[in-house]
């Protein structure tokens, strides 16, 4: 019942507020068009048939954005710091797509200053919206008013565990009928109490898994026509987050140790390919230069190629400048008792197999530029952990350290931005790397990147 008015009111809630961002778009050309609001140096403007593009850009992808930055979830919790923010984050990356439909689709944006009136005003009108709507729906809640009735099936314990861990806006709008003990008052009692109570959702609550109990109360809310929701912390995980899939037709508890599929990250794919194919097209005439140099300084091939582990562990050909001399690998035993890394991953300080060339390659991380077709194949991500040789991850002597095969392997993550080789214990990159993906989002991903460029420009902790 709460799952479906949720999805019903967050629809409502997206029309609602695509339709106000339109109005407010269309009052921001008014004052300005106008000129009761002056903030350029024209006098008049185009007519807002000039500015239309801007309104089918806004008003389907203002609501959408707002979704991705978790919006319209929880509102009864949320502060209104909290809705700036995601505000904040949605009107970035409209800002994006804007200029994306300026710079490609050569679109033109007559007049600045509309768009200044109309970011001042949507965040603020949108707000009161918002807070209108959470001040009608706690006094109706108060009233009595759309609070679900449910009953709480299963064991003392769980129940009480269950009961307590409501918020105060969960308390608001559920209204616990009835807690029926399945230990000693059995299946019958459930029954009883659906017949006397109107509720249209049973939560069992179980510490641990009794497949003849709850089989059992579940047949009776299905002969009922009532809803059972299992609990499922019998199963205990860490970090892996519990979803509900089908597979065969069969119900499946899925747990995810990383971030699942979704629009985020399909817009992670789409930033990723173009972002690569934006910088193998600006970067072509280094690459030609640094060819040159390469191939001039030294014997050998342009490129290094090297099996790299990728998602989830598969093998691909990684491409770097070259910036060693040619049998680098077979030298690599000799040089074991110069590794400053603890753990699987090799690394020498002054390595002595670095061309002179390849030691600028490396502080400026020119080096690693050739991976923009690896990212552009969909190898590796711009922003992931690191891909690491096939011969280190199977050196791996912790199986939790795999789990950073999880994601696609980036060009650049945390680790490079919190001093790259000045970290040597590989128990911390690898911790850099989890946090990375336990905290996932797009915005994380722009954060990387821009602390990136800084990083890689100075040559911070880069040897």
Same mark, same amino acid.
């Given at each position: 019942?709460?799952?479906?008015?949720?999805?019903?009111?967050?629809? @409502?809630?997206?029309?609602?507020?695509?339709?106000?961002?339109?109005?407010?778009?269309?009052?921001?050309?008014?004052?300005?068009?106008?000129?009761?609001?002056?903030?350029?140096?024209?006098?008049?403007?185009?007519? &807002?048939?000039? &500015?239309?593009?801007?309104?089918?850009?806004?008003?389907? &992808?203002?609501?959408?954005?707002?979704?991705?930055?978790?919006?319209?979830?929880?509102?009864?919790?949320?502060?209104?710091?909290?809705?700036?923010?995601?505000?904040?984050?949605?009107?970035?990356?409209?800002?994006?797509?804007?200029? !994306?439909?300026?710079?490609?689709?050569?679109?033109?944006?007559? +007049?600045?200053?509309?768009?200044?009136?109309?970011?001042?005003?949507?965040?603020?009108? %949108?707000?009161?919206?918002?807070?209108?709507?959470?001040?009608?729906?706690?006094?109706?809640?108060?009233?009595?008013?759309?609070?679900?009735?449910?009953?709480?099936?299963?064991?003392?314990?769980?129940?009480?565990?269950?009961?307590?861990?409501?918020?105060?806006?969960?308390?608001?709008?559920?209204?616990?009928?009835?807690?029926? =003990?399945?230990?000693?008052?059995?299946?019958?009692?459930?029954?009883?109490?659906?017949?006397?109570?109107?509720?249209?959702?049973?939560? %069992?609550?179980?510490?641990?898994?009794?497949?003849?109990?709850?089989?059992?109360?579940?047949?009776?809310?299905?002969?009922?026509?009532?809803?059972?929701?299992?609990?499922? =912390?019998?199963?205990?995980?860490?970090?892996?987050?519990?979803?509900?899939?089908?597979?065969?037709?069969?119900?499946?508890?899925?747990?995810?140790?990383? $971030?699942?599929? +979704?629009?985020?990250?399909?817009?992670?794919?789409?930033?990723?390919?173009?972002?690569?194919?934006?910088?193998?097209? @600006?970067?072509?005439?280094?690459?030609?230069?640094?060819?040159?140099?390469?191939?001039?300084?030294? $014997?050998?091939?342009?490129?290094?190629?090297?099996? #790299?582990?990728?998602?989830?562990?598969?093998? &691909?050909?990684?491409?770097?400048?070259?910036?060693?001399?040619?049998?680098?690998?077979?030298?690599?035993?000799?040089?074991?008792?110069?590794?400053?890394?603890?753990? $699987?991953?090799?690394?020498?300080?002054?390595?002595?197999?670095?061309? $002179?060339?390849?030691?600028?390659?490396? #502080?400026?991380?020119? =080096?690693?530029?050739?991976?923009?077709?690896? @990212?552009?194949?969909?190898?590796?991500?711009?922003?992931?952990?690191?891909?690491?040789?096939?011969?280190?991850?199977?050196?791996?002597?912790?199986?939790?350290?795999?789990?950073?095969?999880?994601?696609?392997?980036?060009?650049?993550?945390?680790?490079?931005?919190?001093? #790259?080789?000045?970290?040597?214990? !590989?128990?911390?990159?690898? #911790?850099? =790397?989890?946090?990375?993906?336990?905290?996932? +989002?797009?915005?994380?991903?722009?954060?990387?990147?821009?602390?990136?460029?800084?990083?890689?420009?100075?040559?911070?902790?880069?040897?």
């Amino acid at each position: 019942m709460i799952a479906r008015k949720y999805e019903i009111n967050l629809q @409502v809630n997206q029309v609602i507020d695509a339709v106000l961002l339109g109005l407010i778009f269309w009052g921001s050309h008014y004052l300005r068009f106008h000129q009761l609001i002056i903030l350029d140096s024209l006098w008049t403007i185009e007519g &807002f048939g000039k &500015f239309v593009w801007m309104l089918a850009v806004i008003m389907p &992808f203002g609501p959408f954005l707002l979704e991705m930055q978790g919006y319209y979830n929880y509102p009864l919790e949320k502060t209104v710091w909290k809705s700036l923010r995601q505000m904040a984050s949605a009107a970035f990356w409209l800002i994006v797509i804007m200029g !994306f439909s300026v710079v490609f689709l050569r679109l033109e944006i007559p +007049s600045r200053s509309v768009l200044v009136i109309f970011a001042v005003f949507a965040p603020i009108l %949108l707000l009161v919206r918002e807070r209108i709507m959470i001040w009608d729906y706690t006094r109706r809640l108060r009233q009595g008013a759309n609070g679900e009735r449910i009953i709480i099936a299963g064991e003392p314990r769980n129940i009480r565990e269950l009961m307590n861990g409501f918020s105060a806006a969960q308390r608001l709008e559920i209204q616990v009928v009835a807690q029926i =003990d399945l230990q000693t008052q059995g299946i019958d009692a459930l029954v009883d109490s659906l017949h006397r109570h109107s509720v249209g959702r049973v939560v %069992l609550a179980f510490s641990r898994i009794e497949l003849d109990k709850v089989q059992r109360a579940i047949e009776v809310c299905e002969t009922e026509g009532v809803e059972a929701w299992l609990n499922a =912390d019998f199963i205990h995980t860490s970090v892996a987050r519990p979803t509900y899939e089908i597979l065969a037709q069969r119900p499946m508890l899925v747990f995810r140790a990383t $971030p699942e599929l +979704s629009w985020a990250m399909l817009v992670k794919t789409v930033m990723d390919r173009v972002g690569a194919l934006c910088g193998l097209i @600006v970067l072509s005439p280094i690459f030609l230069i640094i060819g040159v140099l390469v191939k001039l300084t030294s $014997p050998g091939p342009v490129f290094f190629r090297q099996d #790299r582990a990728g998602l989830h562990g598969k093998p &691909f050909k990684m491409w770097k400048f070259r910036s060693m001399c040619q049998g680098a690998e077979d030298q690599q035993a000799a040089l074991a008792s110069r590794n400053v890394m603890t753990g $699987p991953v090799f690394k020498v300080e002054d390595d002595p197999r670095i061309t $002179p060339i390849g030691k600028w390659l490396r #502080r400026l991380s020119i =080096d690693e530029f050739p991976q923009l077709i690896n @990212v552009l194949r969909g190898d590796m991500s711009l922003v992931g952990p690191r891909p690491l040789p096939i011969y280190e991850v199977e050196k791996f002597a912790q199986a939790g350290h795999r789990r950073r095969l999880s994601m696609k392997p980036g060009l650049t993550c945390i680790w490079q931005i919190r001093g #790259r080789n000045k970290v040597t214990d !590989f128990v911390d990159w690898v #911790r850099m =790397d989890l946090e990375y993906i336990d905290n996932w +989002s797009l915005l994380l991903d722009i954060y990387i990147l821009i602390r990136t460029v800084p990083t890689v420009l100075m040559g911070s902790g880069a040897k």
